[in-house]
């Protein structure tokens, strides 16, 4: 537990100081919220303006790069191997350092493939996660340290679509959330029934398994799957990881899984295709959860015990501009930032209130599904098609500053985050890596 809350406790203290945490080593960066204290980046730029380098990769994938000094990491098809790749490459140069195949298979729907999780590092070992339940662990010279296959381990996944979670590190142990439906569907799923949601810990070390913990859900049909990613954070000395999904965010004990508290319901109907995809984002003693399809977002009071009453419930969105079907929120210098991807909306929230600070209209051509990523007093945004969006943040931002294209006319399903790092932008497109500098 010393580990574990020291490692929370340095991470709190790095946001509130404003000393800046240069490396991106989860998909939603240094403090799990989409932010970075780091300056210096660009706000003007295009692919033929401040383009370092562009790497070509081997194949599509919407893996967030994950960057830790001159490694970048993400995942990647190949389909002339028939499998998934996890890749490194030079932050300085964009040369491809190696490739490693660590799972078979590219896709079994149409709407993405197998390479939809993003990594997760330490700094000395990465591990990446495929949609097939690859999961594999390789240090930074591209040795394979341990894999297991958690389709083969706990039972086929049962989702209606490509399962996309991705691996989380917190402390001295690695986590990944299995939130799925209860039987199978498309002749996807395990033959036992009902099939259980769960928790997985394990050690980053061997990858065997520490705990697993059962989290039982009352949501119907597709509306129990979940593709969001445990978050940990530190609320008045009490650690937690905190999931969003099945109708409902639970907090749990990161050393056994024990669920702490619960919320919900954010689907009192009870509907069956309200699957979930934005991950739960803290800021200032609060949480976002976003209910799917145009729904509101609920502002959840931490520090709860049990089942928490709908009073821990401060605030809720209204009207159909401020909701999140599927970028995850970001918060940024005091302020959350909800992207409405569909209807293309950036809308800047006090944390305390729900007030909509500001709200701006995004000119893109296609929906939006990357979630937001604040850093030196600006928001990136990217749609599926690559457009480039860029916002000034705080109380008197929501100015575009920029708007450039980074995608083929043939994209159509870019969903990797921005990721700022030791000065340099990542931007990933369908097949390409690009570095952006000031």
């Given at each position: ?40 980046f660009?706000?003007k730029f ?6 370092a ?46 490739a ?21 590092t ?9 949609g ?9 010279d ?26 989380q590190l ?31 810990a ?25 593709f969001s ?13 905190v ?36 991950s ?54 005091g ?6 991807g ?16 500001w ?29 480039v ?34 000065g ?5 497109t ?5 570095a952006?500098?000031?």
């Amino acid at each position: 537990m010393k580990r574990l809350c020291l490692a929370s406790l340095v991470t709190l203290l790095l946001s509130s100081s404003g000393l800046h945490a240069d490396n991106w080593p989860n998909w939603r960066g240094p403090y799990f919220n989409g932010a970075s204290q780091e300056t210096g980046f660009p706000e003007k730029f295009s692919p033929t303006e401040g383009v370092a380098w562009k790497a070509q990769l081997p194949g599509e994938g919407a893996s967030t790069p994950v960057v830790w000094d001159d490694a970048v990491f993400l995942t990647s098809i190949d389909e002339s191997k028939d499998g998934i790749l996890g890749i490194r490459i030079s932050a300085k140069t964009g040369e491809i350092v190696w490739a490693k195949k660590f799972g078979d298979g590219l896709r079994h729907d149409e709407r993405s493939t197998f390479a939809g999780s993003s990594p997760v590092t330490d700094g000395k070992t990465v591990y990446f996660f495929s949609g097939a339940g690859d999961l594999a662990a390789y240090d930074f010279d591209g040795n394979q340290l341990w894999y297991r296959n958690i389709e083969k381990d706990y039972g086929a996944f049962a989702f209606q679509w490509t399962f996309s979670s991705s691996p989380q590190l917190y402390g001295d142990t690695l986590y990944l959330q299995v939130l799925q439906r209860d039987t199978k569907v498309n002749g996807r799923g395990s033959d036992k029934e009902p099939i259980d949601s769960y928790l997985l810990a394990m050690d980053p070390a061997s990858g065997k398994t520490k705990w697993t913990h059962i989290r039982p859900s009352d949501a119907v049909q597709e509306s129990r799957e979940a593709f969001s990613t445990p978050i940990p954070i530190l609320h008045e000395g009490r650690p937690e990881l905190v999931i969003t999904g099945g109708d409902c965010i639970t907090g749990h004990d990161p050393e056994t899984g024990k669920e702490l508290w619960r919320w919900g319901t954010y689907n009192p109907e009870r509907i069956g295709h309200w699957r979930l995809v934005p991950s739960p984002v803290y800021g200032q003693g609060t949480f976002l959860v976003c209910a799917p399809k145009g729904s509101p977002i609920y502002a959840i009071e931490a520090g709860g015990n049990g089942k928490v009453l709908g009073t821990a419930n401060i605030w809720t969105t209204e009207g159909k501009e401020v909701t999140a079907d599927v970028p995850t929120p970001l918060f940024y210098d005091g302020y959350f930032y909800v992207l409405n991807g569909r209807n293309k909306f950036l809308t800047c929230l006090h944390p305390g209130s729900g007030k909509v600070v500001w709200s701006q209209a995004i000119n893109g051509k296609v929906k939006l599904e990357a979630s937001p990523t604040g850093v030196d007093g600006k928001i990136y945004l990217m749609s599926h098609l690559g457009e480039v969006f860029v916002y000034s943040a705080g109380p008197d931002g929501g100015q575009l500053l920029n708007s450039t294209t980074f995608g083929s006319s043939q994209s159509v399903n870019i969903r990797a985050s921005i990721v700022p790092a030791n000065g340099t932008l990542f931007i990933r497109t369908d097949d390409q890596l690009y570095a952006v500098r000031k």
